[in-house]
Every structure is written in C-alpha cells, then in structure tokens.
C-alpha cells in the first residue's frame, strides 16, 4: 500500500513540474529536481519540464522581436497553442505513468 502511494505522490510532483508552465515556469522544476527526493521518474520529468520551458520561453521571445517584421504576430500564438496542447499531452502521459519526453528539448534534458 505504501509504494502505491509514494507513486501518486510521484506523479503529483511530475505533474505539477510540467503543469507550471501556466503559473512557475522555470521555478518549480528546478526546485522540485534540486529539493526533492531522488526519484528517477521526478527527476526526469523535473528535468523535462525545464528544458520544455526554456524552449517555449525562448521561442515566445523570439516571435515578439520578429513582431517588427510582422511573422511575430502568426508565430506568437502557434507558439503558445504548441506548447499548451504539449503541456496538456505531457500532463495525461505523465499521470498515466508514462516516461514522457518533448519532441525537441527531450534530447536537450536528457544530456544533463
């Protein structure tokens, strides 16, 4: 009955991890990856969000400054649709217990 419930509790934390694009973006990933305990399936989530992060924070940057040239403002939201509908998959697969990566920065999380 304990391990049952140290992977829900597992789950919580990889959900939250992936789910705090809305609300913690960067923030909480690296908090959860540095602060909690060492389970390889929080880790890797923990480690997936961040990169996915990073990336969606970095495209949205991109797409403003080439708002000067007007293809910002068709890629500003295909970026933020991209990465709600990725987040949304990540946070199913994730609860399912699924080892879930990005289609893009999952290479980059798993070099660190």
């Known amino acids: 009955m304990q391990t049952t419930s ?53 495209a949205l940057f991109a797409s403003k400054v080439l708002m000067l040239v007007l293809i910002g403002f068709l890629l500003f939201p295909l970026v933020a649709l991209s990465a709600f509908i990725l987040t949304v998959w990540a946070v199913i697969q994730t609860w399912n217990g699924q080892w879930y990566s990005y289609p893009v920065t999952g290479r980059w999380a798993r070099k660190i």
């Open 6 to 58: 140290i992977e829900n509790r597992d789950k919580v934390w990889s959900v939250l991890c992936h789910a705090s694009l809305v609300f913690f973006p960067l923030l909480l990933p690296l908090l959860v990856y540095l602060i909690k305990d060492k389970s390889p399936f929080v880790e890797h989530h923990a480690k997936e969000a961040f990169m996915f992060h990073v990336g969606v924070l970095v």
